[in-house]
């Protein structure tokens, strides 16, 4: 019977060392403390695998060393014997200045050259200045539509 126990131990053993456990960390922010998610760890000889959304991954059987990175992360080599269960990524504190934007305000640019001209005439015609209204200056639609009835009177005039 105990040599029934020793040859099934050896086997359990034989087996035992082909089989490997799994491996899993936590890939954390080293300023932030925070779990970051999608970094790519590159498993030699493997392949590649990504964090999950709370910056977890897992090795599946033998690996002798990791590669891990993320844009805008300091990239980390560690062998199979470095690993640990928590890996810290140090950013890379490459960052932009900071940027100041200033707007102003555009200027109101009123165009009294037309209007000015024909208060010129009418004072030059007379001699003495008949009318002057401020807010004549700025009720171009009714201006506009004056005009528009003028040219009309004129040309049913001469038809």
């Known amino acids: 019977m105990d040599s029934f126990r020793y040859v099934l131990a050896c086997v359990a053993l034989l087996i035992a060392d082909k089989c490997y456990a799994q491996f899993t ?3 954390l922010d080293l300023e932030t403390r925070r779990q970051i998610a999608g970094v790519s760890v590159h498993i030699n000889p493997r392949g590649l695998v990504k964090t999950d959304a ?11 060393s990791v590669t891990i990175g993320r844009q805008g992360y300091e990239s980390l080599a560690l062998d199979s014997v470095e690993l640990s269960d928590t890996i810290w990524l140090l950013p890379n ?16 640019n009123f165009n009294l050259g037309p209007k000015r001209k ?12 008949k009318e002057l209204n401020f807010f004549d200056l700025f009720r171009f639609k ?10 009309i009177k004129e040309v049913l005039d001469n038809y």
């Open 54 to 64: 709370r910056g977890r991954f897992a090795i599946d059987g033998p690996f002798n």
């Open 142 to 151: 009714e201006n506009k539509h004056r005009k528009r009835r003028k040219k």
């Open 25 to 27: 960390a936590v890939v």
């Open 118 to 129: 024909a208060w010129e005439q009418k004072s030059t015609k007379t001699g003495v200045l």
């Open 93 to 108: 504190g490459r960052s932009l200045d900071e940027v100041v934007i200033i707007g102003h305000r555009p200027k109101r």
